[in-house]
C-alpha cells in the first residue's frame, strides 16, 4: 500500500514568511521557520514509531483539546531550541501553569514565574476566525493555527497535521471579549479575542502556509 498519507512529512518553506513583521525577544522569521520545522520532525518521528508497531497515529488517540495543549507545548519546546542563540532568547517558564508560557531568558530566577509582563503566551487554534482563553489578558500573545485531519475515510488516507499560519501581536485588555459562565452553569469561564484583537493578529502574521505535500 506505500506510505500512508499522514506520514508524508510537511516543510515549513521561508517563502511563507511575511516581511516587515516586528517581532520581540530576539524572535525572527527564520526563527519561526526552524521552530515549525521542528515540530513536524517530531510528529513524523512519533507517528512513524507509532504505525511500525501498529498504533493508530498521536492525532487519533487523543481528545482534539487535548492534542491542542500537546501542540501548545511543542511549540514552546521548539521556539526555545529555534532562539537559543537569539538575544535575549526565550526559554520555558518553568512556573507550574505559570504565565506567559515563554520568557526572555535570564529575567526571572530559575526562568519561574506566575503571572509576568514578559514574555510571549502561546495559544494552538484550529479556527481561523476564533481564538479562546480562558481569562482576559494583556501582553505579547502568539497564536498557532493549525489543521488536523480527524475525518478522511480511510485513516491511511488522512494529510499530517499542518501549521497554517503563525501571528505574535500585543494585546490589551480591551482586544478580548469575556463570556464568563452563569452561577449555575459548569462551563469553564472564556474569553475571546475580539474584532481590534484580530486586527493585531492579522498586522501580525508572520507566516503564512501556502505550501502542500
Known amino acids: 500500500m506505500g506510505t500512508p498519507h499522514y506520514l508524508l512529512r510537511p516543510i515549513a518553506d521561508a517563502a511563507?514568511?511575511?516581511?516587515?513583521?516586528?517581532?520581540?525577544?530576539?524572535?525572527?522569521?527564520?526563527?519561526?521557520?526552524?521552530?515549525?520545522?521542528?515540530?513536524?520532525?517530531?510528529?513524523?518521528?512519533?507517528n512513524s514509531a507509532a504505525a511500525l508497531y501498529g498504533?493508530?497515529?498521536?492525532?487519533?488517540?487523543?481528545?482534539?483539546?487535548?492534542?491542542s495543549g500537546l501542540l501548545s507545548e511543542l511549540?514552546?519546546?521548539?521556539?526555545?531550541?529555534?532562539?537559543?542563540?537569539?538575544?535575549?532568547?526565550l526559554v520555558r517558564n518553568t512556573f507550574p501553569?505559570?504565565?506567559?508560557?515563554?520568557?526572555?531568558?535570564?529575567?526571572?530566577?530559575?526562568?519561574?514565574?506566575l503571572h509576568g509582563n514578559d514574555g510571549i503566551e502561546v495559544k494552538v487554534s484550529r479556527h481561523r476566525?476564533?481564538?479562546q482563553g480562558h481569562n482576559v489578558e494583556s501582553g505579547w500573545i502568539m497564536?498557532?493555527?493549525?489543521?488536523?485531519?480527524?475525518?478522511?475515510?480511510?485513516?491511511?488516507?488522512?494529510?499530517?497535521?499542518?501549521?497554517d499560519r503563525v501571528a505574535?501581536?500585543?494585546?490589551?485588555?480591551?482586544?478580548?471579549t469575556f463570556s464568563g459562565r452563569s452561577p449555575t452553569s459548569r462551563r469553564t469561564p472564556t474569553a475571546s479575542i475580539n474584532v481590534s484583537g484580530r486586527a493585531k493578529l492579522d498586522?501580525?502574521?508572520?507566516?503564512?502556509?501556502?505550501?502542500?505535500?
Open 16 to 46: 511563507d514568511l511575511s516581511p516587515g513583521v516586528s517581532l520581540p525577544y530576539g524572535l525572527s522569521g527564520s526563527h519561526v521557520v526552524t521552530a515549525i520545522n521542528d515540530i513536524y520532525s517530531y510528529l513524523h518521528a512519533v
Open 55 to 67: 498504533y493508530p497515529r498521536v492525532e487519533d488517540i487523543i481528545q482534539p483539546a487535548s492534542f
Open 168 to 176: 505574535v501581536a500585543q494585546l490589551e485588555e480591551t482586544d478580548w
Open 129 to 131: 476566525t476564533s481564538v
Open 75 to 89: 511549540v514552546c519546546r521548539a521556539f526555545v531550541h529555534a532562539t537559543a542563540a537569539a538575544m535575549p532568547g
Open 143 to 163: 497564536v498557532v493555527w493549525i489543521t488536523a485531519d480527524l475525518v478522511a475515510v480511510p485513516v491511511y488516507d488522512r494529510a499530517p497535521t499542518f501549521i
Open 97 to 113: 501553569n505559570g504565565r506567559p508560557d515563554l520568557v526572555p531568558r535570564g529575567i526571572f530566577v530559575g526562568d519561574s514565574i
Open 203 to 213: 498586522a501580525g502574521t508572520v507566516y503564512d502556509r501556502t505550501t502542500t505535500v
